[in-house]
């Protein structure tokens, strides 16, 4: 079993930063093994991807809307996974969310964090 903490969130003004961090613990838990990613949920909106890394060697892919402002990485020592979020926008407010995928033998299985609130507003 795979547990996923998200922390860092809060608010903030449009233009401003914050970093992301999820926790991932459980037993033979390494997140270099896991296809991670970054959800965010708006109010009555649905849940979409904001940015994912790939397991292994860590290939990373953006959502247009964040793309050059937020930046995704992971520290394979510390199974944390970071999202970096620079020029934050009010659009940008919302549940942020980690997930982990794993593919063992053609059996997937996926995990997601509760959530950490990022907040922009004037």
């Known amino acids: 079993q795979v547990q996923l903490v998200e922390s860092g969130g809060g608010s903030v003004q449009p233009g401003g930063s914050l970093k992301l961090s999820c926790a991932a613990s459980?037993?033979?838990?390494?997140?270099?093994?896991?296809?991670m990613s970054w959800f965010r949920q708006a109010p009555g909106k649905e849940r979409e991807l904001v940015a994912g890394i790939s397991s292994v060697r860590g290939l990373t892919n953006y959502a247009d809307n964040v793309k050059g402002r937020f930046i995704i990485s992971r520290d394979n020592v510390k199974n944390v996974m970071y999202l970096q979020m620079n020029n934050l926008k009010i659009e940008d407010t919302g549940v942020y969310y980690c997930?982990?995928?794993?593919?063992?033998?053609?059996?997937?299985?996926?995990?997601w964090g509760q959530g950490t609130q990022v907040t922009v507003s004037l």
């Open positions: 459980g037993s033979n838990v390494n997140v270099s093994r896991f296809g």
């Open positions: 997930k982990a995928v794993r593919v063992v033998n053609y059996e997937t299985s996926q995990y």
